[in-house]
């Protein structure tokens, strides 16, 4: 008998020791919701950095909400993909300036080499390898995006 009492005091105490941690997991899938909303918030109004930081803290502060987690994937992707995107245009436009004053200058000037046309050459070339970067990301993310779309359901 008194083994059978020890028996059923220990199952209590799983049992509420399941209770306990099932509701906690919810308690921070919910507050891992909410930040995720707050993010994506964020993200809609173009405010790329605080969206990052807002699902890094997300990560940190809630690791067992795992549904909230998968979701937060794709919404970070996407803070990366948009940013990428903003980043592009911009560099598009200062690519466009510095190669009209490239085609401004010449390599020579009265039979000398034009030193300015030269640092000019070098700086549309810096410009065009980091575009080049950027695009490389863009094309990342978007791939990413479609593969982790596939693996990840939306939370609550």
Do not use: W
Not at 83 to 103: F, G, K
């Amino acid at each position: 008998m008194k083994h059978y009492s020890t028996l059923v005091k220990y199952s209590l105490l799983a049992s509420l020791a399941l209770t306990s941690c099932h509701e906690t997991i919810d308690r921070q899938e919910v507050q891992a919701g909410a930040m995720l909303g707050e993010a994506r918030s964020l993200l809609a109004n173009s405010q790329f950095s605080a969206a990052r930081d807002t699902i890094l803290s997300l990560r940190k502060r809630h690791p067992q909400a795992l549904s909230v987690r998968r979701a937060a994937i794709l919404t970070l992707d996407s803070v990366e993909l948009l940013e990428a995107r903003d980043t592009l245009a911009h560099l598009d436009s200062v690519l466009e300036h510095e190669r009209q004053v490239l085609n401004s200058l010449s390599p020579m000037v009265n039979g000398i080499t034009n030193d300015a046309f030269y640092e000019q050459k070098r700086r549309v070339y810096q410009i065009e390898q980091h575009f080049d970067e950027i695009c490389a990301k863009v094309k990342f993310y978007i791939r990413k995006i479609d593969i982790d779309s596939e693996n990840v359901e939306q939370p609550i």
